[in-house]
Structure formats: structure tokens, C-alpha cells
């Protein structure tokens, strides 16, 4: 390991010009290449203390033993050297995008003398033209069958080809019509040549000429009643609707863009790309890649942008690209993508209408490419039991960790705290097992006191399950652990009740009197979603209750570190480490599942109403009052005879409803977040607060609330 001071430029050696670095490794080999618009600026960043840099950062700069840099006019020259680098020397520490498979496109060779329409794979070759990316090739096949109806271009290989030539006769395509059999001489190389182009142009959205132009034919046809002709115009009509079909309209006519979306977590990124051509989608891709520097989601954009259009000019570079963060500075990525197209190009952010809407399909589209991408990852028998090896090796246990069980705290201001417990046994995920907490000891926010509520909540009742069992060696438990303080819910699948009851176990999970065994495995690992103030609190309550047999760590998301009780220094995990890895997936799986619960906690309490609070009151008869009378306030105003005319209402219950309505407060004003009008029943009393008709929502816009949440 290199100390940077080592090899520091002196002052003043590095211009104040923009130009691309390279820093290089003991054997001389590029680590990482970077562009500046001021290189001694960028430079000085990575030779201050090393503790002020980002760990990433902190491990390339001490493998680092050199650098080196070369100076340049404009800042779009340094964009286009820092490509031209990264892939002549795959620095390892740079973003290298890997395609999550190898995508087909539809290739029309308009190089050779006879272009001919294939799928083709890998490298793009001079001369030809090139459309999608196509998920399958299959989908591909379908479509120039379909067209070869209208544009007959060559399709057979170079073998068949000559072997037609010499024999004089056509292949079976020429023999049906979806061939113009230039192996023969049907047709001269300079119409088939124009008849490839017009294939063309077809495909990259000009559709609405040739489709009038085969009307108007087939019209002309039938009016000089030349009805087979007309007939066979009709179904290349057809064929070409059909075609067109096969891609949605998402955007207004003759719209070019090329739509980016990414989605990342701590370690990885994942791209989507869709092409948009003629205002259809004619194409999608994607990448993933390992995050292996300290990198904004502009930075993954400004990459993306590099491979994509980095061996790309003219209509293969698109006049729109949006993206859902601009580059910084953004103006040399433009004016890069603006020389390479020959024209204007626009990057941008979409703000609104189709545009927007499209960005978040392809949003939803990255996210579960991510989402499956480490699903597949976390599939492989192999590479969990590595994972729970090196978390053992790492936290100094026994054994590896065959159950793990992780917990997190969430609330929106202090205010519905509640909390989260997911279980991983090898290494994945036991959603019967999760369980969820409401916190009753105190109100407001204090996620320290929370974690230790819920530790103490937990392995208490996996204590007083021991001692039903008789496990104790000396007979007796500790003084508490039979007591249950409530607020625990059972989950099933991902899903908990919010009432409090247990859902429905399976006979093996119930004990001699039938009741569920909620608590009664304990885990080798604790692992809770916090620093050392949440590490130190979920230690204090197991020592509180005398368990000593289970480790406890924390995972800290600012910079992924593991937190031991009693330690001032955390482990550090390597980046590539399976270990940490399943770490991150079994505390973001904590996150998920209690910010679910705590939202869906929220939204409950915001349509409540004082009907709830009435004994025996089911949902059915509680529409039926509110049906008849209209609103709360004016079943607040009836008599118990006119509650009573209500169908299914008796008078016990009217009593009951009376009694509970008179004690309940009116709702106070509200106002409608959208317009700031004060919402009001049809008899001018104030309602709930709401965002849109029938949805209540709290104070605040959805982004402010969004921001808010724990």
C-alpha cells in the first residue's frame, strides 16, 4: 500500500487547464482515468488527509504509485480522451458497464452491392445500418417477415446467393414474393439497393408515406377493377399495421429520443435504455455495473451517455436524450453529443406529460433489473455460504450465521413509530418469520430508545418460550421473561397485520395449546440498521435480559460500515465481499418491510373515523349509516328513532352509536393540500384533509413527506 504523499506532484507542477489523469499502480498499469476542467483543482482532491476521503476513493489513491496527465484545449476533448482511455486500458477502478445480456439487432448491410436484412450480434461493422436492440431475436424474425411482404429485400446468406446465381434459380422466398430475387436478375442493383433503403426508412419511423402510398394504389386498383391486385395491396397493408403494432405509440409522431434511467444502491447500478424512433419504442438495453468509485448519478449518466454513443454519429445518435440526471458541467456531454450526430441534440430532464410518464416505466424497468440482478446473485448455494463465512471471519464468531435476523426503526417526524423484523436462514429470506412492532414505551423520535425497546420486546418472549419448554436448566428463567408488554404483529409473506392479532400458522409452528410460536428461534446475529448508538442500545437490552450467546452488529449506510458493541473503530468489509453484500440486502429488506408498515399505519389513522370506536360496528353497517345520513356530522345530529330506520340497525346499537359519537370531537378544518380550498361536507362542515377525491394524506406535499419518512 502506497502512501500518496509519496508521489504528489510539487506545487504548481499541474497546469490550471482542462485534460484527463491517469493514475498508475507499482507495475505501471492504469488503476483510473478521470477528466478535469481544471486539473490541478481535481488532482488536489485526492492528496489531502486520507481519513476526509471517501473509502472507495481512500483504497485506489494508496494503490496508486504514480500519476500522470495530459493537458487538452476543451473540456469536450477531454470527454473524448477519457473514452478513447477507459477502453484501450479497463482501468479497474473506473465504471465499466457490463451488458446484462447479448442484444440482436435488425442489420441491413447497405454496404454490399445486394444488401441484405439478418439479425446481428456483437460489434457494430462500417456500412451497415442497424435497428433496435431487440430483446429476442425471435421478435426481430417475426417483423421482417412481416414487411418482406412490401419491401422484398435479399435475406439469404452469401452461399445461397451464389449457389442461386449459378443454378438460375431463386430460393423459395423468391418463389412466393417475399424475395425480389436479385440472384437472378429480377430485379437491377440499384432498385434493390432503393428498395433496401426504403426498408429503412420504414424502420426508423417514416411509416405514414408508404402506408398512402399502398392505399392510394390499392384504391387506383379496384377503381380499374383489378380486384386481385387491389386484394394483395390490401394485406401488404395489413402486414405493415400488423408490424407497426408490434411497438407501442408512447410518444407524439416523428419523435427521436433515446430515454436513460438508473437505478443504484450502495455497490451497483443498473441502466435501462429505451429507443424511441417515429414516436415508438423500437428497442431496449441494459447494463449493470459494479460502483467501484464515489459517484453521483449524473457521473453513472455521463458513462452510460460515453458507451452508448461513444462509437455512434449521425441518426444512430438520437435529437433528444433524456435522462433522469443532467451530467456536471453539462454542456461539454452536449456539445460531445451534438459533433457526433452532426446536429443538435437535446439532454435533458423530462418535467412533465408523455415524456415523464415514459421515464418512469423505464425507471420501473431499471429498478427490477437491478432487482433481479441481485436476486440471481443471491440464488447461487455457493456464493451465500461464502457470504456467511466471511461474515463470520469478519465478526470474529463461532460458526457462520444460519439465522440472521435484522431490525430498523421508522416514523415520519415522530410521529407512527414502529419497527422491523426480517429473518435470513442460509442466506435467505424467511418471510413467515418477520415480524413488525409498534413502539408503546414513549412517544416521539429517539431511534435508540426504539431499538432497545424492541430487542428487550423480542427476546423477552423468545425467553419466556424457553422457559414453557422447560429448557432451563435450573427451572426458572429470568424474573421478566413470561411478561409481554403487546404491539407485536405477525407477518406472513411480507404482509402484517396491523390489528395486532397472529395470522394462521402451520400446525408444526404451535405449541401444546395451539398458540403460534412467535418468538421461539433465536438467532447466531442480530443486526441492526444503525451506527454504534444502535449497536450499543440492542447490546444493552441482551445483557439487560442475560443473553450472552448472540452477536450483535450494526450496518451504518452512510459508508456501509459494520458496527461491534464495544468497539471505536468498525470493521470495514472489501467492497466485492459477498459478506457485505448479504448484509446490505438483509438491512435494506428491514427498511423496506418497516416503512411499508409504517406508511400503511399512517394512512389508517388518516381515514379513521369516530364510527371506528363503536363496539360490535362492522364496515358493512358502518357504510350503511354513513350511506343514509350522508356525512359524520350528520349522523352526530340524529335522534336513536332515526338512527334506528337505518337497515341492520337495532336500537342497542343505535344507543351504542349515539353514545360514542356524542363523546367523539368534531373533525377539525382541513384544507385540500392541491388548491388550498377548505374541504367541507355537503352541509358546509369541515372534512378530512385531502390530496385528491377520497384519498386523505397528511400535511405537506407527497415529495416533503416522502423526505420526512425514517
Known amino acids: ?68 496527465w495530459t493537458v487538452v484545449s476543451t473540456e469536450v476533448e477531454a470527454l473524448q480522451l477519457e473514452y478513447s482511455w477507459i477502453k484501450e486500458y479497463d482501468p479497474r477502478f473506473n465504471v465499466k ?39 429476442h431475436a425471435w421478435a426481430i424474425r417475426d417483423t421482417v417477415d412481416l414487411l418482406l411482404r ?48 426504403e426498408f429503412c426508412d420504414f424502420m426508423t419511423g417514416r411509416t405514414g ?27 401488404d397493408i395489413g ?50 455495473t459494479d460502483k467501484v468509485e464515489e459517484i ?20 444512430a445518435v438520437p435529437k433528444e436524450v433524456l435522462v433522469p440526471a443532467l451530467p456536471d458541467p453539462v454542456e461539454p456531454v452536449q456539445q460531445w453529443l451534438t459533433e457526433r450526430r452532426g446536429s443538435g441534440v437535446s439532454l435533458r430532464i423530462p418535467q412533465r406529460g408523455d415524456k415523464k410518464a415514459l421515464m418512469e416505466t423505464v425507471q420501473r424497468n431499471a429498478q427490477q433489473a437491478l432487482v433481479l440482478h441481485k436476486t440471481k446473485r443471491a440464488s447461487d448455494l455457493t456464493t451465500r455460504s461464502r457470504a456467511l463465512e466471511e461474515i463470520a471471519e469478519a465478526l470474529d464468531l463461532d460458526s457462520a450465521p444460519l439465522r440472521v435476523e435484522c431490525y430498523d426503526i421508522s416514523h415520519l417526524q415522530g410521529d407512527d413509530v414502529v419497527a422491523s423484523m426480517v429473518v435470513f436462514e442460509d442466506g435467505l429470506a424467511r418471510k413467515s418469520e418477520y415480524r413488525r412492532f409498534q413502539i408503546k414505551g414513549f412517544e416521539g423520535q429517539d431511534d435508540v430508545r426504539s431499538m432497545h425497546e424492541v430487542i428487550t420486546r423480542r427476546f423477552r418472549r423468545y425467553l419466556a418460550e424457553k422457559e414453557k419448554t422447560g429448557e432451563w436448566s435450573d427451572g426458572e428463567g429470568p424474573a421478566d421473561a413470561g411478561q409481554h408488554t403487546g404491539g407485536e404483529a405477525a407477518a406472513s409473506d411480507g404482509v402484517a397485520r396491523t390489528d395486532g392479532a397472529d395470522l394462521t400458522e402451520a400446525p408444526a409452528l404451535k405449541d401444546e395449546d395451539g398458540r403460534p410460536k412467535r418468538f421461539a428461534y433465536p438467532p447466531q446475529l442480530v443486526v441492526v440498521d444503525g451506527g454504534q448508538p444502535q449497536v450499543a442500545a440492542a447490546q444493552r437490552a441482551l445483557d439487560e435480559l442475560g443473553i450472552d450467546d448472540i452477536a450483535v452488529c450494526g450496518l451504518a449506510k452512510r459508508l456501509e460500515e459494520v458496527w461491534l458493541p464495544h468497539e471505536d473503530d ?8 459477498e459478506g457485505l453484500y448479504l448484509l446490505q440486502r438483509v438491512r435494506d429488506e428491514a427498511h423496506r418491510f418497516a416503512i411499508t408498515y409504517q406508511r400503511a399505519k399512517r394512512a389508517k389513522r388518516f381515514r379513521s373515523s369516530p364510527l371506528d370506536d363503536v363496539p360490535g360496528l362492522g364496515e358493512t353497517r358502518k357504510q350503511a ?31 351504542t352509536v349515539a353514545v360514542a359519537l356524542a363523546g367523539a370531537a368534531p373533525a377539525a378544518p382541513a384544507v385540500n393540500t392541491a388548491t388550498g380550498e377548505i374541504m367541507e361536507d355537503d352541509d358546509g362542515a369541515p372534512g378530512t384533509t385531502v390530496d385528491a377525491p377520497g384519498e386523505p394524506v397528511s400535511a405537506g406535499t407527497p415529495d416533503e413527506r416522502r423526505g420526512q419518512e425514517r
Open 1 to 68: 500500500m502506497a502512501d500518496p504523499s509519496s508521489y504528489r506532484p510539487r506545487p504548481g507542477e499541474i497546469p490550471d487547464s482542462p485534460g484527463v489523469y491517469r493514475f498508475r499502480d507499482e507495475h505501471r498499469r492504469v488503476i483510473y482515468v478521470g477528466k478535469a476542467k481544471s486539473l490541478r483543482q481535481r488532482l488536489a482532491n485526492y492528496f489531502q488527509d486520507l481519513a476526509n476521503l471517501h473509502p472507495r476513493t481512500r483504497t485506489m489513491v494508496t494503490t496508486a504509485a504514480s500519476v500522470e
Open 97 to 135: 458497464y457490463r451488458d446484462d445480456k447479448s442484444y440482436p439487432y435488425l442489420a441491413v448491410t447497405m454496404n454490399e452491392e445486394f444488401p441484405r436484412v439478418q439479425v446481428m450480434r456483437g460489434h457494430k461493422k462500417k456500412g451497415v445500418r442497424y435497428f433496435g436492440p431487440y430483446g
Open 150 to 197: 412490401v419491401f422484398p429485400v435479399r435475406t439469404c446468406s452469401a452461399g445461397v446467393f451464389k449457389n442461386a446465381a449459378r443454378t438460375g434459380r431463386p430460393c423459395l422466398l423468391g418463389y412466393i414474393g417475399k424475395c425480389s430475387a436479385p440472384c437472378v436478375g429480377r430485379i437491377t442493383p440499384d432498385d434493390h439497393w432503393d428498395l433496401a433503403d
Open 209 to 235: 408515406t408508404y402506408l398512402r402510398r399502398l392505399e392510394r394504389q390499392m384504391a387506383d386498383a379496384a377503381e380499374e377493377m383489378e380486384y386481385e391486385r387491389a386484394a394483395r395491396l390490401r394485406d
Open 239 to 288: 402486414a405493415l399495421k400488423k408490424a407497426m403494432e408490434k411497438s407501442a405509440v408512447v410518444l407524439a409522431d416523428a419523435t427521436d429520443a433515446d430515454l436513460i434511467a438508473v437505478a443504484e444502491d450502495e455497490l451497483e447500478a443498473a441502466v435501462q435504455i429505451f429507443h424511441v424512433r417515429g414516436g415508438r419504442v423500437r428497442g431496449q438495453r441494459g447494463w449493470v
Open 296 to 315: 453521483t448519478t449524473g457521473a453513472l449518466v455521463e458513462h452510460a451517455l460515453q458507451q452508448l454513443y461513444g462509437e455512434e454519429s449521425g441518426d
Open 570 to 577: 468498525p470493521v470495514v468489509l472489501p467492497r466485492t465481499s
Open 625 to 655: 349509516l354513513i350511506k343514509h345520513f350522508g356525512s359524520v356530522k350528520k349522523l352526530r345530529s340524529a335522534t336513536i328513532d332515526q338512527i334506528c330506520e337505518v337497515p341492520g340497525i337495532g336500537r342497542k346499537t343505535a344507543e
